[in-house]
């Protein structure tokens, strides 16, 4: 046991002795993420965003159980995070309001820096007349806005949301679609239709000034649900998922990973989700299971479940774990071998005639995954690692749309 405790320590001086910047909980370090005003913690600073029926977005503190207001936008209808900043859309106006969540995490090498800082109201983005509602994709250079019913995208420096400054890099028009525009460095992946289709056929590249890049293309027909992952860009496309990746010339390429031989048309994705800057995500595939996309080894891989399935998010642990919700409204932990635990039926009244409630949402970070009930207001804390156990039962405000920050 001393030796084991030994090894830890040196581990940990070797660590601190790498990252100077290291600093002790509450200083104010330089360099790693850090921003004027934040605060360097000793580890993740994570809350639950919610929304509730008014439009008020809270803060949930995961350790103290505090609960803090953000904001209210009353007909903000749909909530998004990309681990710091929260995204409120508003599609009766056609806008997006943008809160710094004030915690977040900074991968460096081998380690990670936590920061702490006061919430505010970045401020709003502004679709245009009619824009109607957004999806929003963040990376490290660009942040994108994208307003499928008029086919517009707005690309802002995510530096300068960082400032308390939503400043605009350019403006993207296309065809109206329901589509995607996912940051990857310098660049940006977007999807193309025709003219009054309403559906997307091919992904473009953009440099951050929203001109194509030439030669810079890929076949994907009807385009659907996008995800970054640790190795790039996937997008759900009718006959595969398509990877794009940067090159080392500063270039991005694209590449098709093919689903199963024999797969239906029925069960390919529509939609990924996994823990941020992990390699995995997962989708439904049908009702068969569960996809599990390995954009690293570049496969698809059918997890199968004992039910047909509602939502899924992929762990990205080394168990290759899935936590999904089921059609019975279980909670389901999955892994390639098949279904490791479950939790009794918790969601059942949130599901009306095989569909999940559309604000239910599966969270998953490095221990917990997240689960909200619209219909008991609350969200289960769930110890996936620990067979399926319900951790806690947590009594937040506006449970009916739900994402964690501070990874």
């Not at 290759?320 to 059942?348: D, F, K, M």
């Not at 997240?370 to 110890?383: F, L, Q």
């Amino acid at each position: 046991m001393r030796t084991l405790t030994a090894a830890v320590a040196v581990t940990t001086l070797l660590t601190l002795a790498a990252c100077s910047s290291a600093a002790p909980q509450g200083t104010a370090p330089t360099g790693h993420g850090y921003v004027e005003g934040a605060s360097e913690m000793q580890e993740p600073q994570l809350r639950l965003a919610t929304l509730d029926g008014a439009g008020v977005l809270w803060s949930f503190d995961l350790v103290s159980g505090e609960t803090a207001e953000l904001t209210a936008d009353a007909a903000a209808e749909s909530v998004s995070t990309d681990g710091r900043f929260v995204y409120t859309a508003n599609a009766l106006r056609g806008s997006v309001r943008i809160v710094d969540a004030g915690a977040w995490t900074v991968p460096h090498g081998d380690h990670s820096h936590y920061y702490l800082a006061e919430p505010r109201v970045v401020g709003d983005v502004d679709g245009g007349r009619g824009a109607g509602a957004a999806r929003v994709s963040a990376g490290t250079v660009a942040t994108a806005v994208w307003f499928g019913d008029v086919g517009t995208g707005i690309v802002l420096d995510t530096d300068a949301l960082a400032d308390g400054e939503p400043s605009e890099l350019a403006r993207i028009e296309t065809a109206p679609h329901d589509g995607v525009l996912v940051p990857i460095g310098r660049h940006l992946v977007g999807s193309v239709a025709a003219e009054g289709d309403g559906r997307a056929s091919s992904l473009v590249v953009y440099d951050l000034d929203g001109e194509p890049v030439a030669g810079a293309t890929a076949d994907c027909p009807d385009a659907g649900g996008a995800a970054t992952t640790r190795v790039g860009v996937v997008v759900a496309c009718a006959d595969g998922v398509v990877l794009a990746t940067e090159t080392g010339e500063g270039a991005v390429a694209f590449e098709t990973i093919a689903y199963p031989d024999g797969t239906p048309a029925d069960d390919v994705a529509t939609a990924f989700a996994g823990r941020p800057g992990r390699p995995d995500v997962a989708a439904i595939a049908g009702e068969r299971g569960a996809w599990l996309l390995d954009s690293r080894a570049r496969t698809v891989t059918l997890v199968a479940s004992p039910e047909p399935l509602l939502r899924a998010n992929a762990v990205g642990d080394d168990a290759r774990l899935i936590v999904a919700v089921g059609a019975s409204g279980r909670l389901h932990v999955l892994s390639a071998a098949g279904t490791i635990a479950q939790t009794e039926p918790l969601l059942a009244p949130d599901i009306a005639d095989g569909l999940l409630t559309a604000g239910v949402t599966v969270e998953v970070d490095i221990s917990r995954a997240y689960v909200n009930s619209p219909a008991a207001g609350v969200v289960y804390e769930i110890d996936y690692a620990d067979d399926a156990r319900v951790a806690r039962t947590l009594d937040v405000p506006g449970a009916a749309l739900m994402v964690e920050t501070g990874r």
